[in-house]
């Protein structure tokens, strides 16, 4: 019955499928990945087997350095905004009646789901000369002339924002739906005003939520990769870019791997650390 | 919070959510193709070339395929193994579950880089198969944690009583778990199917100049220029992912497969 320990080869043919098809198309190529970023590059893009750290070494450049730390500084901003404005918002509509609640989720998950390419898009049209924002605010007399506000740093960081955000609403909507409602009632009763309670007892009771919301979505950001290209200049290019640009314009396939296995070392230490405050955020509440 | 910050609060957010999708709908009705909005004069032609002009069918017909196929053999990995799970607590199940859903918390570029050695060790590099099967790998996670969510909604109870009146495991499946879990099956394989047809990166990576999807055709475009039809695919896609998501919220459990406890209190 359920729960049981599975007897015998046939229980477990149902499993071998499964671990076959992950085994095959996901171990092996992150394997391979591995392998290759010790191998030996050959000029003209071929690469032979072998072991050298030569495409580690090669890591140790301004380069990879400044762009390493812009694409954490980008994602840590733009995870801080989509903290700081998704919380407030989730809260918002985990408090809604249930209808309300699928529409907006609906609308959330149809923004999510949109391509990268199609966000940048929609941004460089919104944010450009011709069909903008810009025009609106002249014909409110707020602004002489239309002006292009992309590509740049601030067009950059909003549209990884509107990317993030409908990722950050899903991250915290599990925590604040099961937040008990009557915990902020208890505080209103005894005469906290809304403000204070919400800062207080509910942004207090789900710091450890907050804080693995911010992990998530800042790694989540640091996957963004035809947004720096659309909306930023080159020097706002991500690692993600620079991996991509390795593996097919350089056609240097072992660096490109190197970049890729540092770079997901990084973020592995990241996912530990939102696991060790999920983890001590069980202990406390045993 | 007093209802007047909040409504302003939800109000801005809205406004900027969906601003750029109001100036894209705007211009996709353009009726010249210089770039403006508000749009001068309406007209469906670039509608109508997204449907005609063989450049941007094709890769309609590409990204369908990919879409369809990727999220069945996406659902076909998932559904045993969250069975599996289920049925026994292991801990090579929990691994393989893990493993499942590790696409999802890295960032995209690492695992695109794997599938791309993969492929070109293979042989099968640039071919719609690579695209296919690199993409249900990458978005097993969804259907992987919808029907898992599915499988543990069901009451031990009710499979107990199928044994007891004499069901084998096949009858209990087929007569008992499997309904039981259809609709969350339904609803990984349309989050996945959205997504796979929005994916860039893998698709690029894996076979990106040979088998162009829709995403990396408006790049292309928008690295080579402006033209109205990028706008128009824009809104039919964001359209059909409403419809999507719309259907599910309708018919499913739209706040209990994102996690909510009790949908049913509020």
């Known amino acids: ?286 | 919070m007093s209802k007047t910050v909040r409504n302003i609060f939800l109000g801005v957010v809205l406004f900027l959510l969906s601003g750029p999708l109001v100036v894209v709908s705007g211009v996709s009705l353009n009726a010249k193709k210089r770039l403006f909005f508000p749009p001068e004069g309406v007209s469906m032609r670039w509608y109508v070339e997204l449907l005609t002009e063989n450049s941007w069918l094709i890769p309609v017909k590409n990204s369908l395929t990919i879409a369809f196929t990727s999220s069945l053999l996406a659902l076909s990995i998932a559904l045993p193994l969250a069975y599996f799970l289920w049925r026994y607590r292991v801990f090579y199940a929990r691994a393989l579950f893990t493993l499942g859903i590790s696409p999802f918390i890295l960032p995209p570029v690492i695992t695109a880089l794997g599938f791309l050695s993969f492929w070109v060790t293979v042989g099968l590099y640039g071919q719609m198969l690579a695209t296919m099967i690199s993409h249900a790998i990458f978005f097993v996670t969804l259907p992987l944690v919808t029907i898992s969510l599915g499988f543990e909604s069901i009451d031990h109870e009710i499979v107990e009583a199928a044994e007891t009146m004499g069901a084998n495991s096949r009858m209990t499946f087929q007569t008992v778990i499997f309904p039981m879990v259809r609709p969350y099956m339904i609803s990984g394989y349309a989050f996945a199917f959205v997504l796979s047809l929005n994916e860039y990166i893998v698709a690029y990576m894996v076979a990106g100049f040979t088998v162009e999807t829709l995403p990396i055709k408006i790049f292309n475009s928008l690295r080579y220029g402006y033209t109205p039809v990028m706008a128009s695919v824009t809104v039919v896609f964001v359209l059909l992912a409403a419809l999507i998501f719309g259907l599910i919220g309708r018919f499913g459990d739209l706040p209990k497969l994102l996690g909510a406890l009790n949908p049913e209190d509020h």
């Open chain 1, 1 to 286: 019955m359920i729960g049981e320990k599975p007897k015998g080869v046939r229980a477990h043919l149902t499993l071998a499928y499964p671990a076959l098809m992950l085994g095959i198309f996901f171990i092996v190529p992150f394997g391979l990945m591995a392998a290759v970023s010790f191998f030996h590059r050959q000029p003209g893009g071929f690469y032979i087997p072998g072991f050298e750290l030569t495409n580690y070494k090669n890591l140790y450049t301004v380069l990879f350095g400044r762009t390493l730390v812009f694409s954490l500084f980008v994602a840590g901003l733009s995870a801080a905004v989509c903290v700081s404005v998704g919380f407030p918002f989730t809260f918002f509509i985990t408090r809604m009646k249930r209808r309300a609640q699928v529409v907006w989720l609906v609308f959330l998950m149809s923004v999510l789901s949109l391509s990268e390419v199609i966000v940048g898009f929609a941004w460089s049209l919104l944010l450009s000369r011709t069909a903008g924002l810009s025009n609106l605010f002249v014909w409110l007399g707020l602004m002489d002339r239309p002006v292009a506000w992309y590509p740049g740093f601030v067009a950059l960081l909003f549209g990884i924002c509107y990317l993030a955000f409908p990722y950050t609403v899903l991250v915290l909507y599990p925590p604040l739906s099961r937040l008990d409602p009557a915990l902020p009632e208890a505080a209103q009763t005894l005469g906290a005003s809304p403000i204070r309670t919400f800062f207080t007892v509910v942004v207090g009771s789900l710091r450890n939520a907050i804080v693995a919301a911010f992990v998530m979505v800042f790694v989540f950001t640091l996957g963004a990769y035809l947004l720096p290209q659309i909306l930023g200049r080159p020097r706002h290019w991500t690692l993600s870019v620079l991996i991509t640009d390795a593996a097919i314009y350089q056609t240097n396939m072992p660096l490109s791997a190197a970049m890729a296995i540092f770079f997901m070392f990084v973020s592995l230490a990241l996912v530990a650390l939102t696991m060790m405050i999920g983890k001590g955020k069980k202990l406390r509440t045993a």
